[in-house]
């Protein structure tokens, strides 16, 4: 069996589309794990997926002031956040 991990840094909507893709990879012999926030790990586990969870909560970030502030902003490439995640 082949391993894959998969980094889904967002919200549901970021996610939501790669443990579909993870269900399916598994159809194939592929043992999925998924990078995503901490709180989708449930969610992820109940469709047969490993979940790895990621330090940061990215839709946390997104609800609070600077997030709101950035989401304003639009797509300006130098006002997006960089976000660092170690997995480990």
């Not at 893709?21 to 469709?47: D, K, M």
Request: a negative charge; proline letters at 6%; aromatic letters at 6%.
């Amino acid at each position: 069996m082949k391993n894959i991990t998969i980094i889904a840094s967002g919200t549901r909507g970021d996610v939501q589309p790669v443990v579909a893709l993870g269900s399916r990879l598994q159809t194939y012999c592929y043992r999925v794990s998924i990078l995503a926030s901490s709180r989708f790990a449930p969610w992820i586990e109940q469709h047969g997926l490993t979940a790895a969870p990621a330090s940061i909560d990215v839709q946390a970030v997104m609800q609070s002031a600077g997030g709101e502030a950035w989401a304003e902003q639009g797509n300006d490439t130098p006002l997006q956040p960089v976000i660092l995640i170690n997995y480990q």
